[in-house]
């Protein structure tokens, strides 16, 4: 059962069948064969690839209003990648044949030379047969226009794995969410507006697509890349089914789609962890990446709102990475504190981001065999995008002692080299498993209180 579910993405990037006339009469090709890019095979790559054509085609003509954007948020794992994918393929399929056919595309909100940053991503990508490099998907850097435009003319975007569109979106109408978060309030009248506790966002936009498909008088083709993608991405979220964060939902979803994949003569246990297994030994596969990569690899930011009137907007961003400082500081250059802030800054200044949180974790190893999970955070704030050195002074206070004095419970004690810490830059450590989903509230809550 395992052999058949290795990926291996070499031998599904095999040259198309075709190439050659019927009646056997060579074609000669202009084409450098050294410029030919081998294209994705399967269903799910060609409709990707020709829903991609279409829209910047249909944006070139005037037509972006045709359109809606189903884009997952901005940290671009594989769980926002397949719920984006998976709901832009229902949406079009689902209502081809009705007077009202919709045109549906997914964003990954990511530039593309970032999506192999996660190794994990790009197997489950390889399995699905998908274009190497990524061609057949639409990236941030990809739009023909930037966002704040752009959603003014859509026809509407859906979200999903995340329930609040950053502000470079929000003049576009939100048509409908689904989301595994806590529901904040956004697009009361969306619909569909589903928030519900799951390991993964893929199965609740799963659920939904097989309750809808099977409604439909006749049912439209369910490419078997895209059920295994959907299995990868909860197996990933969920420890194979296994791990505490798994519910109901998730388990019955799972079931329901392997019964139409390839793999439905298999287990589901035997699937969802060897599924599990395999991804998660890609996504470890990350020790060759630097620092700039490790920042990026996983981030998150926005615009944050506060009551200053020199100041109204601020930028507020977040890396997560799974190393601690000093491994970090290892891959820098002059593997020194001081070059871990100097490519910090340099990343954080290309991203015109004022305040940056960076949350690190970690195992620490003894020697009688014992783990302890550890995790960091590290505060910097600028003073060169958009406030000066006394609006960043102020900042800086006002985050720091919201950290240090959460109401969460998280006991944060300052980093063994503190001491050697410049101007509005801070490190923390505890034990606590509080990550971005319960640090982000408690930072924007600082800066939008800030004054």
């Known amino acids: 059962m395992k052999v058949a579910r290795t990926l291996l993405p070499a031998f599904l990037t095999a040259t198309r069948a075709g190439a050659m006339p019927q009646n056997g009469q060579a074609v000669l090709d202009a084409t450098p064969k050294h410029l030919i890019k081998p294209l994705g095979v399967g269903h799910f790559s060609e409709w990707s690839r020709a829903t991609k054509k279409q829209f910047l085609v249909d944006w070139q003509a005037g037509n972006a209003s045709e359109w809606t954007i189903v884009q997952g948020n901005e940290g671009g794992d594989l769980d926002s990648m397949t719920a984006a994918l998976t709901w832009a393929y229902h949406l079009g399929h689902s209502s081809e044949n009705t007077s009202h056919p919709i045109k549906a595309i997914a964003l990954l909100q990511t530039p593309s030379h970032a999506l192999d940053l996660r190794p994990e991503n790009k197997l489950a990508l390889d399995n699905s047969q998908m274009t190497p490099g990524h061609e057949d998907l639409l990236t941030m850097d ?60 893929t199965t609740l936009v799963a659920r939904l697509m097989l309750d809808e498909l099977e409604k439909l008088d006749q049912e439209y083709h369910m490419p078997h890349e895209l059920l295994e993608l959907v299995l990868s991405a909860i197996a990933i979220d969920s420890g194979g089914l296994s791990s505490d964060k798994t519910t109901k939902a998730d388990i019955e979803t799972s079931k329901r789609v392997l019964a139409r994949s390839n793999w439905k003569k298999d287990s589901l246990e035997d699937v969802m962890s060897d599924l599990d297994h395999q991804l998660s030994k890609a996504q470890k596969d990350i020790d060759d990446l630097d620092l700039r990569d490790l920042l990026r690899r996983d981030w998150k930011g926005d615009l944050i709102d506060t009551p200053s009137p020199r100041t109204p907007t601020v930028s507020l961003g977040f890396a997560s990475i799974p190393f601690s400082m000093d491994e970090q500081i290892l891959k820098t250059d002059f593997a020194e504190l001081f070059d871990w802030f100097a490519v910090h800054a340099a990343w954080t200044a290309e991203a015109g981001v004022d305040i940056s949180i960076c949350l690190n974790k970690y195992k620490k190893h003894y020697k009688d065999g014992e783990k302890e999970k550890i995790r960091e955070v590290v505060l910097t704030v600028r003073d060169d995008v958009r406030i000066d050195q006394d609006q960043a002074d102020s900042l800086f206070k006002v985050v720091k002692e919201a950290l240090e004095n959460n109401k969460e419970g998280i006991e944060l004690e300052p980093w063994h080299r503190v001491e050697e810490l410049g101007k509005r830059q801070m490190v923390w450590t505890h034990k606590s498993g509080a990550g971005r989903k319960l640090f982000r509230p408690i930072v924007e809550k600082a800066v939008m209180g800030w004054d």
């Open 142 to 201: 990809e739009l023909p226009e930037d966002p704040e435009t752009l959603s003014k003319k859509l026809r509407g975007i859906v979200l999903v794995d995340h329930g609040v569109p950053l502000r470079k979106w929000s003049h576009a109408k939100i048509l409908s969410i689904i989301d595994h978060h806590n529901d904040r309030g956004t697009a009361p009248k969306a619909e569909p507006r589903i928030f519900e506790v799951a390991a993964s966002c």
